[in-house]
């Protein structure tokens, strides 16, 4: 028999999962044991292929060592459309080895280490588990039957909420402990309901902030099929719950409902959304896109998070996410805005990447594992960590 959909997890999957690695014949970046110091990099030659032994990229920093940590979530459990990105973490990790390491543009920042997390095998099972029950409640109340007739299936939803409340407690305390670590931290979807722990944490670590948000949909439903944590939900539940989130920036916006809209021109400029179609059209008529980033960045405040739905992205650069919609950006459009915050003088504080989704072609993975790298790179080049001995030196010297 053909298997048309993988619903398995093969040796290698299993093995990232439990954070074992796997080697090849391949001519390796790095050896392990050639690394002396921290961010010790004589030995490791940054202009040959990735080393499945050593972390995403191929890079051989430590959690310790590094300065970005990524925190994957393999989680998908209200996907309304299609499926597939609770298990992106992985195939983004392959795909990573072939990204080539020299970043001109940060002046190399990934030397500061950037390194990933195995993606917690507990929290895939229960997504798989709980996106089981999700799919059969779909499909009993998209017939129009009654919930409340129903005790089966009011026991589903209730479970579905509680695991999404567990599974953001659970984001809040992985990303605060990293951040109270001076970690920058980026986290890597599952679906887009992924970071909402993590904007908690930010705003404890930095106070006020701005989310500049990148996806096709407002992402503001007050619950979305009846869950509480909908993937399209994030903005709704980040602005009720997350007073330090003084704007929401919307960019590349194109399909979205008349409630949401409705509470978009209700938030006393709390949110600001740029359709997609709105900023075409001002550079069909000649606007250059680096006049439209000077506009956007000018509503946001200092602490700049971004939030990446990948759907945000023309759907060429993402053919398998959950809900793709025509139009979008490229990517180097999203890389130069980013560039440009940065050159603003704001501090980037922080991402999430979520709704890449990935099927036996690898091409979606390809373009997360390049996103990934080019933000861990503007990240940590936005935060050079201070240097106490020159700070002192110049001190003594006065
Ligand atoms: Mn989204």
């Not at 490229?330 to 003088?345: C, H, M, N, P, T």
Request: charged residues 25%; aromatic residues 10%.
């Amino acid at each position: 028999m053909l298997a048309s959909k993988k619903n398995y997890t093969t040796p290698r999957e299993a093995s990232f999962l439990l954070g074992i690695t796997y080697c090849t014949n391949l001519p390796c970046r790095f050896t392990p044991t050639t690394l002396k110091t921290m961010n010790d990099l004589t030995h490791f030659d940054s202009n040959i292929v990735g080393n499945p032994k050593n972390n995403i990229f191929g890079l051989p920093f430590t959690e310790e060592e590094a300065r970005v940590v990524i925190l994957p979530i393999p989680w998908e459990v209200t996907v309304s459309y299609g499926s597939g990105t609770s298990r992106a973490a992985e195939k983004i990790f392959n795909a990573s080895l072939q990204v080539d390491l020299f970043d001109k543009e940060t002046d190399n920042a990934w030397k500061e280490g950037i390194f990933m997390r195995p993606a917690d095998r507990k929290i895939l099972m229960k997504s798989d588990y709980l996106r089981k029950e999700a799919e059969l409640y779909i499909d009993y109340i998209s017939t129009g039957e009654q919930l409340e007739k129903n005790n089966f299936m009011c026991k589903s939803l209730k479970e579905i909420n509680e695991g999404s409340a567990n599974l953001n407690r659970w984001v809040y305390e992985q990303t605060l402990n990293l951040l109270k670590q001076d970690k920058l931290v980026a986290v890597l979807g599952g679906d887009h309901s992924v970071p909402l722990g993590f904007m908690k944490a930010v705003a404890e670590k930095y106070g006020d902030y701005g989310i500049l948000q990148i996806d096709a949909h407002c992402d503001l439903r007050k619950s979305y099929e009846n869950f509480v944590y909908s993937h399209a939900s994030i903005m709704y539940n980040a602005l009720s719950d997350i007073p330090q989130i003084k704007k929401l920036v919307q960019i590349g916006i194109r399909d979205f409902s008349q409630e949401e809209w409705d509470y978009v021109c209700n938030s006393d400029y709390r949110i600001i959304a740029y359709l997609d179609k709105d900023i075409k059209e001002r550079q069909f008529e000649g606007q250059t896109w680096q006049k439209i980033c000077d506009e956007i960045i000018s509503h946001l405040p200092q602490n700049v998070y971004i939030s990446f739905d990948i759907d945000g992205l023309d759907p060429k650069l993402c053919p398998n996410t959950g809900a793709p919609v025509p139009g979008g950006f490229e990517a180097d459009q999203i890389f130069y805005l980013v560039k440009k915050i940065i050159q603003s003088g704001r501090q980037f504080i922080g991402f999430d990447l979520a709704e890449i989704a990935v099927d036996e072609n690898e091409f979606d993975a390809n373009v997360g594992a390049r996103i990934m790298w080019k933000l861990c790179n503007l990240l940590a080049s936005g935060n050079h960590p201070p240097v106490p001995n020159k700070v002192a030196a110049c001190a003594s010297s006065m």
